[in-house]
């Protein structure tokens, strides 16, 4: 084998001045004696402005300015080198690129001076930049991960404890055979030993007997539609007291469809379902009670009003305090029989089926016109309008609608200004629509009492006639005759326009009956 030729060599000047890296001979205190060809190009100074004119820490940035006085010189005075020093070096356009910086001091007998070498660090820098925003994510995401797991256990035991202390049991399905599974928090609640879970058989066997077919077919249901499992359990335990479990659960599918888990809760309500229970059985008891008592009290109040009535004829002498006294027992006992009828009005409302009208053709501004006149000798002193527009042919309970009218007028008079009227307007549109309204100026209504001032025992504002006032049932009987005949109320009340209680209904029958069917 025949030896490969020796290449010609440069001289040692080309080899300096052609080296891969910068090459660079300074005196101890950096000025630059020597530069090469390789880092006169990388930094677009030419070696005539760099050597005998420059420091080797001119071509630094600040940093790197700094870090030459109070470290490179001191270790190259005690260590006499330096190796793989990072710095940004700067060009003639003011620009810089990295660089790493090998130094060594040489002593000789002609003087001593500083050799250094010159690489440029790009990839590197760039490698470095990447690791440290590497790092940088990676200490984020374990700082994110701590985080996480420490809010994950804060919730883990904000659930444990409420669902201790809302008495709240967890259980789950498995997928591969449809039965449920119970912890032994469900054993303990069952009576049954506490140390070891409860499974779907053991459960079901707990349930009531008609209960157990719509649970299976409520979790079938669940489990084939993908919608929530609800369900109320009836259930006796071991010592034989009936208990009320209120359950629900959610399944969760992967991609495919196939379900991956399914959990679920349900807590215990027997003591919410007994209270709730007794408390309407002893709403219905009193209930029953106000009816019972208010019919009773019919017939002797008749008695008395009758009774008062006849004396009142035989007292001759309009100034005599007697007939006085008697006329002041004949008003209270009309306001103690429109208590008892509006008490058995409310009686039937809420354990009936409602009020029971009786329609038959009126003139609706005749009707209203005659309740006005009666409603007048009332109340002596205050004025009542009325207000018809339009026709008045419907089709109505006069007598019921003598109650509503009265029972908005008793309202206004109560709450309306003293010394103002209260208007009563009658009008039937071309539409078909009857409408009554009650009119009376004052105090408007509070804003959060409009969406409830018809249920019953609730009042309008707090001041007006107390004497007008009953129990609260007025304006609740007034829903109840406007629903009767297929119609409604409504209120409005501001301050400049007073307050209007408005009742609407279907003029003719066949209306009202087509609108029933359409609610």
Known sequence: MSAQPRPALPDTEALFDQMPCGLLVTSTTGLILRANQTLCRWTGLPAEELVGHKKLQELFNMGGRMFHQTHWQPMLEMQGSISEVKLDMRRRDGGTFPVLLNANRRVTPQGTYDEVAVMVAEERNKYERELLAARKRADEMVAKERQAQQALQASQSRLRQAMQSGAIHVWDLDPATGRRRFGADVATLLGLDPGRPVGEEEFVAHLVPEDRAADRAALDHALRSGEPYQFKHRLVDAAGQRRVLVSSGQGFRAEDGSLMEFVGIFSDVTEAEHGRALAEDRAVFAEQMVGIVSHDLRNPLATILLATEKLTRQAADPADASRRMLGNITRAGQRARRL?????????????????????????????????????????????????????????????????????????????????PVTVASSVDASGIARLAVHNCGEPIPSHTLGRLFEPMVRGVEDGDSSARSVGLGLFIVRAIAQAHGGQVQVRSCSAEGTEFAFSFPAQVGEAVADAHRA
């Open 340 to 420: 008892i009828a509006d008490l058995l009005d409310f009686t039937v409302v809420r354990l009936g089926s409602g009020l029971k009208v009786s329609r038959q053709p009126v003139d609706l501004h005749q009707l209203a016109a005659r309740i006005v006149e009666e409603l007048a000798e009332a109340f002596p002193g205050r004025t009542i309008e009325h207000a018809p527009r339009g026709g008045g042919a419907a089709s109505a309970d006069p007598d019921r609608i003598a109650q509503l009218v009265g029972n908005l007028v008793g309202n206004a008079m109560a709450y309306g200004t003293p010394g103002t």
